[in-house]
C-alpha cells in the first residue's frame, strides 16, 4: 500500500467510517476522507508533501488524529507554479 501524500511504501491501517487510514515511516500517521481521495484522483491534484508533513506534525503535537478533509491550502496549486523566480525559467 502506498502513501497518499509522498507515495511511498506506507501501511494501511483498518479504520471506521469513510476513511482510508494510512502510516507512511516518512509522513507519520493520518486519515483520508474517501471524498477526498476521490476528489484527488477526479481532478488529478497532488499534495503538497512539505506542507502536508508539516500540518499532520502539528496536528499531532496537538494530540489528535491527523484527519485530511479540508485539503485545499495543502495542495499543489497553479499559484505555486507562478511563484517560481522569473531567473529560472
Ligand atoms: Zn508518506
Redesign the pocket.
Known amino acids: 500500500m502506498n502513501?497518499l501524500?509522498?507515495?511511498?511504501e506506507?501501511k494501511r491501517v483498518l479504520c471506521d467510517g469513510p476513511w482510508e487510514e494510512?502510516d507512511?515511516?516518512?509522513?507519520g500517521q493520518y486519515r483520508i476522507s474517501d471524498d477526498l481521495i476521490l476528489a484527488l484522483m477526479d481532478q488529478g491534484q497532488i499534495f503538497d508533501?512539505a506542507r502536508t508533513r508539516e500540518w499532520i506534525a502539528s496536528r499531532r503535537i496537538e494530540g489528535m488524529m491527523p484527519c485530511i478533509r479540508d485539503y485545499e491550502a495543502l495542495l499543489v496549486t497553479a499559484c505555486d507554479l507562478r511563484d517560481v523566480p522569473g531567473e529560472l525559467k
Open positions: 502513501c501524500i509522498c507515495v511511498g506506507a494510512r507512511c515511516p516518512d509522513c508533501v
